[in-house]
């Protein structure tokens, strides 16, 4: 059993910038990682998806304003967005998800992703 931990969240003005992480309890160099968020009332959705440099995928709505990394050597994933919306305002989680468990060895699917972290609040105003 995986555990992730996000930190970073909280408070922001519109248009400014924050950066998320998210811990694992041991290596997760293996795996897909990917970021999703959720807003009251509507499912949760991906944003950012990475395997490995280079394999990163956006959904559109953060296209050019959020960049997803991460540090193998610190079990560690991160999401840095900037030019903040309140649209942007929503639970923030961290999963991720075995390559070979995935459609296709590509894990785009939140069902597809197995280790889920508690979810931190961003609120944009």
């Not at 490995?52 to 956006?58: A, I």
């Not at 942007?88 to 069902?111: E, F, H, K, N, V």
């Amino acid at each position: 059993q995986v555990q992730l931990v996000e930190s970073g969240g909280g408070s922001v003005q519109a248009g400014g910038s924050l950066k998320l992480s998210c811990v694992a309890s041991e290596d997760i160099s293996t795996f897909f990682v990917g970021w999703f968020r959720q807003v009251p009332g509507k499912g949760r959705g991906a944003i950012a998806i990475m395997h490995s440099p280079g394999s990163e995928t956006y959904a559109d709505s953060v296209t050019g304003r959020a960049t997803i990394s991460r540090d193998n050597t610190k079990n560690t994933m991160y999401l840095q967005m900037s030019t903040q919306k309140s649209e942007d305002t929503a639970l923030y989680y961290c999963a991720i998800g075995a390559p070979l468990t995935c459609s296709g060895g590509y894990c785009s699917r939140g069902y597809e992703y197995i280790y889920w972290g508690q979810g931190t609040q961003v609120t944009v105003s």
